[in-house]
């Protein structure tokens, strides 16, 4: 029996809707905002359902969860500019000291990247898309993505290096000088 194009979308909205949402929630979108974003994410996808081949739609919709992200920070930083209230940031997690720390070392080293450089390790390493699928997504050519994705990890690693000995020396100091 075949499905509906209706079933269809219900079947991939359910299987992604977590997954497109931990785009937002792990970028700094928190609360209500991320589900927001993520019903805007699967508006477009549904609208759009009938066009995008059924191979590449998960990329293609991580691309799109892409976009509704740039626009999201776009406005945001227009309410900021404009005086009007914009979300607060993440909160701390309430995981153990170093599962915090080693967060904080990869938001900071994160930091240091590029924007493309980080969209791609971000889509590869933590939305768990294939090289492939991230060339679909950030709309670049799949022989770009590789040799990028390649750099970016070596970038990244040579900038967590830097963050994690630097926030040594500061612990260092804070103990040695008796600040806690």
Do not use: C
Not at 75 to 98: I, Q
Not at 125 to 151: F, I, K
């Amino acid at each position: 029996m075949a499905h509906s194009p209706r079933t269809g979308f219900e079947e991939f909205y359910l299987a992604r809707r977590s997954s497109i949402r931990g785009v937002f929630v792990r970028r700094g979108v928190v609360g209500t905002d991320a589900d927001d974003l993520t019903a805007e994410v699967f508006e477009v996808v549904w609208r759009r359902w009938a066009e995008t081949p059924g191979r590449t739609r998960e990329a293609w919709t991580y691309g799109v969860a892409r976009n509704v992200l740039h626009t999201y920070r776009r406005r945001a930083l227009r309410e900021t500019m404009t005086g009007w209230p914009v979300t607060a940031p993440v909160p701390a997690a309430s995981d153990p000291v170093v599962a915090m720390e080693t967060a904080t070392e990869v938001r900071a080293a994160l930091a240091t990247l590029s924007a493309t450089d980080r969209d791609l390790l971000l889509a590869v390493v933590w939305d768990g898309l294939t090289p492939r699928d991230a060339a679909v997504a950030l709309a670049l050519p799949a022989a770009t993505v590789r040799v990028r994705l390649h750099r970016a990890r070596k970038r990244f690693a040579r900038a967590y290096t830097e963050v994690t000995a630097q926030q040594t020396i500061d612990i260092r100091e804070r103990v040695s000088t008796g600040v806690h």
